[in-house]
């Protein structure tokens, strides 16, 4: 049942089911060409895009004018089609088949779904004032019709008749044969569990109901204010730098993005035609500048890990840890700008009040209990233990790795990094010294490898990969779907072992816009596969916000946008793989959250593969293959640094823990004393400074999914690399041996989707539970 957790689930769609962090086209331009102005007459009923929700979306001719006459139409036709199953259900005495409750349910929750899933997505690629405004008029609305679903205790009691009809099956196992009374099983009891969960418990007209739907509601309203503060002040930050010596030393690539962003940026504030044509005809000059730094994802790492001038680099880093805070609206406040909306401290409080109050009401002592009554891990305890295992072998690594860092930008930083000027690097110091100390290791920049990755070689590569493992094909197809903006690109996946047959789709959007695309990299589903609405191949929308191209020059990717690309890919692959056909378990629906990262870790792996990255490292001007020196020193760069993103990702985990089950938000500690208190027991950096508000930019625990699941990535990359460990097994150069596994892969992990639970599918895939050993060994901490 998608719609009870429509509200929040839709709107910000699940921040990788993504990263932690993440074509030059102003905003004006992009709304031009895809009509997203409500200036423009709002279509009728009968012809808005929004109601189509039998195709794929139109996206050249929806506008945001569209969304409330379809929002008020379909919630008027689903008050009417779900009262009437109501009385239908409740007037049956005989036994209910389950044809009649949750496929009936799923076809009158659909146009609701495409519609306001369409909407939600546009709010995280091309957002806009206009959508915004129509967003959130319409967001109450829909929030309430999903607690209506959630709470009808007739679609419960019916829910329980239907459950006790099946044959009992303790183990969730089922016979493959049998896969569609399975994906019946487990779709019905994940309904019951969530509508206990939405409130069904709570009889009508009480304190607590009434208590409850106030809480539902308000959760939407923050998480979207959350949500539209963090891209607001990403969007508002910009250090344009004049002098060249601030810059010497950094990769042209990430020049060449600064100088067109510091391009944009004039065209952007133009006033007059005049001004605004001599700013678009201004010549970019990557060395020469004038260049201009945001907090967009690759700009902001690229200043980070290469900006020579210490002080940029503090006030960039400052930027970044302090948006949306009550630190970055000071500046608003000397202009007399109302900032209360705009500080995600007041939110964030209010937030974690509220989750309290509401495990409180639904009986759970904390809401990491709640959170995790839906989740593989069994206790709050069992994440400890497993946080702390990897902690004892990551953070002795982390130590030596930061010391190392250290050392080297006492002996090559000059007078200022001395031990008596600085005891010890500051935050905005480390990635500066880290890949310095890389490059000195390996002796290979990053800048070096960007020309082998060129956005569409590495595509065809990643796809290369997919037909020899899983026996499918990868097949452009832009033009066969209108897209939302003109950089998006469209594909079909067609089966090999059934003659080609046309089995998904998917859109890429793949580079950053800072104008109106949320950072990070997600995956989210455009269409899922459902018997009961009649469809069979699944549509996935894979975002990205990678570097774009500069001048003449493609998209020339990092390696990491290079691996956020295959783990992107890999959620799409569950999606539109699938087998399963039941709706609510089919592809990532009903699969347990701490078990949703598993495809998408999996396909990181092969970015060490030979044969895989051969595929597609070819020189982008002379077709070169990568130096066979170059893809050794990055295959043992692999474990560089492996301590501390260990340590990185396991206090984003233990504090996203800590704040949904000991800390008390009516407590005197701050939520930034928490996030103290687990910097000093899962990381070896210094604490961190007074200043810091990362958590105002959290916007995975805040703004999505991973609410007391942050740890989710932990808990599913131990599954990942087990099951990459199965092709090493069989010899990642044993070519059948490998299709072999891959196929099995396929047939399990990517197929059974939360049709079977999660444990028995690693099983049947590994015959075996996981162990840590091979993640371990991955990241050089066995």
């Given at each position: 049942m998608k719609i009870i957790s429509l509200a929040l689930a839709t709107l910000l769609t699940r921040p990788s089911l993504s990263r932690a962090f993440s074509t030059p086209f102003t905003t004006a331009s992009i709304l031009t060409s895809l009509k997203m102005s409500t200036t423009s007459t709002a279509t009728s009923v009968a012809s808005n895009p929004l109601l189509q929700s039998a195709s794929l979306p139109k996206f050249t001719s929806i506008t945001p004018s569209d969304l409330t006459p379809a929002i008020e139409s379909i919630l008027s036709s689903l008050e009417s089609e779900f009262s009437s199953m109501e009385s239908s259900l409740s007037s049956s005495v005989e036994s209910i088949p389950y044809e009649s409750v949750l496929p009936a349910l799923e076809k009158i929750q659909h146009p609701l779904n495409y519609a306001w899933g369409i909407a939600g997505h546009l709010k995280g690629v091309r957002d806009s004032e206009e959508l915004r405004k129509e967003y959130e008029r319409n967001q109450p609305n829909v929030v309430k019709a999903s607690m209506k679903f959630g709470q009808s205790r007739v679609l419960y009691e019916a829910l329980k008749r239907v459950d006790d009809s099946f044959a009992v099956d303790n183990s969730g196992d089922s016979k493959d044969e049998d896969f569609v009374t399975a994906q019946q099983k487990r779709a019905v009891k994940n309904s019951l569990r969530e509508m206990t969960l939405a409130g069904v418990g709570f009889e009508e007209g009480t304190p607590e109901r009434e208590r409850f739907n106030e809480i539902k509601l308000r959760f939407a309203e923050l998480s979207t204010a959350f949500s539209n503060n963090v891209l607001d002040a990403t969007k508002a930050f910009g250090l344009n730098v004049t002098n060249k010596s601030d810059v010497e030393g950094v990769p042209e690539s990430a020049m060449g993005m600064w100088a067109q962003a510091y391009k944009m940026h004039l065209i952007k504030e133009a006033e007059g035609d005049e001004e605004k044509k001599k700013a678009e005809e201004m010549e970019v000059n990557a060395n020469e500048g004038p260049w201009r730094i945001t907090l967009d994802g690759p700009s902001y790492v690229a200043a980070m890990q290469h900006l020579p001038n210490r002080e940029l680099r503090k006030e960039v880093y400052m930027g970044y840890m302090t948006r949306a805070s009550d630190l970055s609206v000071k500046e608003c406040e000397?202009?007399?700008?109302?900032?209360?909306?705009?500080?995600?401290?007041?939110?964030?409080?209010?937030?974690?009040?509220?989750?309290?109050?509401?495990?409180?009401?639904?009986?759970?002592?904390?809401?990491?209990?709640?959170?995790?009554?839906?989740?593989?891990?069994?206790?709050?305890?069992?994440?400890?233990?497993?946080?702390?295992?990897?902690?004892?072998?990551?953070?002795?690594?982390?130590?030596?790795?930061?010391?190392?860092?250290?050392?080297?930008?006492?002996?090559?930083?000059?007078?200022?990094?001395?031990?008596?000027?600085?005891?010890?690097?500051?935050?905005?110091?480390?990635?500066?010294?880290?890949?310095?100390?890389?490059?000195?290791?390996?002796?290979?920049?990053?800048?070096?490898?960007?020309?082998?990755?060129?956005?569409?070689?590495?595509?065809?590569?990643?796809?290369?990969?997919?037909?020899?493992?899983?026996?499918?094909?990868?097949?452009?197809a832009d033009g066969q779907a209108e897209v939302w903006h003109p950089d998006v690109k469209f594909f079909t996946i067609h089966d090999k072992s059934d003659n080609g047959k046309h089995i998904s789709s998917f859109f890429l959007d793949p580079y950053s816009r800072p104008a109106d695309k949320r950072g990070g990299a997600w995956m989210a589903d455009c269409i899922g596969k459902s018997a009961a609405l009649g469809f069979d191949t699944p549509v996935a929308y894979l975002t990205c916000n990678g570097s774009p191209p500069v001048g003449h020059k493609p998209s020339l990717m990092t390696f990491r946008e290079v691996e956020t690309l295959f783990h992107e890919f890999g959620h799409g692959l569950q999606h539109m793989l699938t087998k399963a056909s039941v709706g609510d378990v089919a592809g990532i629906n009903g699969v347990e959250w701490d078990a949703v990262e598993l495809p998408s870790q999996f396909m990181e792996n092969w970015c060490y593969d030979k044969p895989t990255v051969y595929g597609f490292a070819k020189h982008y001007e002379t077709g070169e293959a990568l130096p066979d020196d170059m893809f050794e020193k990055l295959s043992k760069q692999r474990t560089f640094g492996a301590g501390m993103m260990a340590c990185r990702q396991l206090l984003f985990g233990m504090m996203d823990m800590e704040l949904h089950s000991n800390f008390d938000p009516n407590g005197s500690d701050s939520i930034f004393d928490v996030h103290r208190r687990m910097a000093e027991i899962y990381t070896p950096y210094s604490m961190p400074v007074p200043e810091d508000r990362f958590?105002?930019?959290?916007?995975?625990?805040?703004?999505?999914?991973?609410?007391?699941?942050?740890?989710?990535?932990?808990?599913?990359?131990?599954?990942?690399?087990?099951?990459?460990?199965?092709?090493?097994?069989?010899?990642?150069?044993?070519?059948?041996?490998?299709?072999?596994?891959?196929?099995?892969?396929?047939?399990?992990?990517?197929?059974?989707?939360?049709?079977?639970?999660?444990?028995?599918?690693?099983?049947?895939?590994?015959?075996?539970?996981?162990?840590?050993?091979?993640?371990?060994?991955?990241?050089?901490?066995?």
């Open positions: 000397k202009e007399g700008e109302d900032t209360v909306s705009k500080n995600n401290v007041e939110i964030i409080n209010e937030i974690l009040k509220l989750r309290k109050e509401m495990a409180g009401l639904l009986g759970f002592d904390n809401y990491a209990e709640l959170s995790l009554s839906k989740k593989m891990a069994p206790s709050v305890a069992s994440v400890h233990e497993l946080s702390n295992l990897i902690r004892d072998k990551a953070l002795p690594a982390a130590e030596k790795e930061l010391a190392a860092a250290t050392a080297l930008a006492r002996q090559d930083g000059g007078a200022t990094y001395s031990e008596s000027n600085l005891p010890k690097l500051m935050p905005w110091d480390t990635a500066f010294w880290v890949e310095r100390l890389k490059e000195k290791t390996f002796e290979l920049k990053e800048e070096e490898l960007r020309p082998y990755f060129a956005l569409d070689a590495v595509l065809g590569g990643m796809f290369g990969l997919v037909e020899r493992i899983f026996d499918i094909e990868v097949r452009a958590l105002c930019g959290f916007s995975h625990i805040f703004a999505g999914g991973y609410s007391a699941g942050y740890y989710s990535y932990k808990w599913a990359e131990v599954m990942s690399a087990d099951a990459f460990g199965a092709f090493e097994d069989v010899g990642l150069d044993n070519e059948e041996g490998v299709r072999e596994v891959g196929r099995r892969f396929r047939d399990t992990v990517l197929s059974l989707g939360g049709g079977v639970a999660p444990m028995e599918v690693f099983k049947r895939f590994r015959g075996r539970e996981p162990s840590p050993e091979a993640l371990l060994r991955h990241n050089g901490l066995a």
